[in-house]
């Protein structure tokens, strides 16, 4: 079901600059908890996630200037931001210390959002992403949690399980969802070793 705008203008902001995205031939993905929604899963968080590649990021920020937003170059080196009066965008080019590359955008379906048509982040890079945020520094298990269950068809366990076999927190929490019964850890691992 579609968010009303006048409750989530998160929203109306992510629309909008979509479609400025793809007016400028910009490619682009929703990611993040928007992604999510998209997909049919929890409901949406307070900040919007788009990825582009990095050699892309000051195009994104002067097309995005040329319609109202004002662009913020941080110190982090992976991200842009935008905003959009109080309303921030964070255009990710290196999430998870995983560049964005033309493979991760085509990594994607269309799907509507709020009947705007664009490329949504496949489920499986989803889990990959949120489980490998995970460090001695972060590691709350609750967020990903709703993620696994709600897109658990959508997700391609093994892939999930051999992209992120050095992390021994997204192992913890794959071992925790094999216990819930999301998944099967015996089936992710011995699909993934068979690849």
């Known amino acids: 079901m579609a968010v009303s705008e006048d409750r989530q203008p998160l929203i109306a902001t992510l629309k909008k600059a979509a479609f400025h995205l793809k007016d400028a031939g910009i490619p682009f993905c929703l990611a993040g908890s928007f992604a999510v929604y998209a997909r049919g899963g929890e409901s949406v968080d307070h900040d919007i996630d788009f990825l582009i590649k990095q050699e892309d990021a000051e195009r994104v920020l002067?097309?995005?200037?040329?319609?109202?937003?004002?662009?913020?170059?941080?110190?982090?080196?992976?991200?842009?931001?935008?905003?959009?009066?109080?309303?921030?965008?964070?255009?990710?080019?290196?999430p998870v210390q995983r560049p964005?590359?033309?493979?991760?955008?085509?990594?994607?379906?269309?799907?509507?959002?709020?009947?705007?048509?664009?490329?949504?982040?496949s489920a499986t890079e989803l889990m990959i992403h949120k489980t490998l945020t995970w460090s001695a520094h972060y590691c709350d298990f609750a967020r990903g949690l709703p993620v696994a269950r709600s897109l658990r068809e959508q997700i391609d366990w093994p892939r999930v399980y051999r992209e992120t076999a050095h992390s021994p927190y997204a192992h913890a929490f794959l071992f925790l969802i094999d216990r819930l019964g999301v998944m099967s850890m015996a089936e992710a691992s011995a699909l993934a070793a068979a690849v």
């Open 100 to 121: 964005v590359t033309d493979a991760t955008l085509e990594d994607t379906d269309i799907i509507a959002v709020n009947a705007c048509h664009m490329p949504v982040l």
């Open 62 to 94: 002067a097309s995005l200037s040329e319609v109202g937003f004002r662009g913020e170059v941080p110190p982090e080196g992976w991200l842009v931001k935008a905003w959009d009066d109080d309303l921030l965008i964070d255009f990710i080019f290196c």
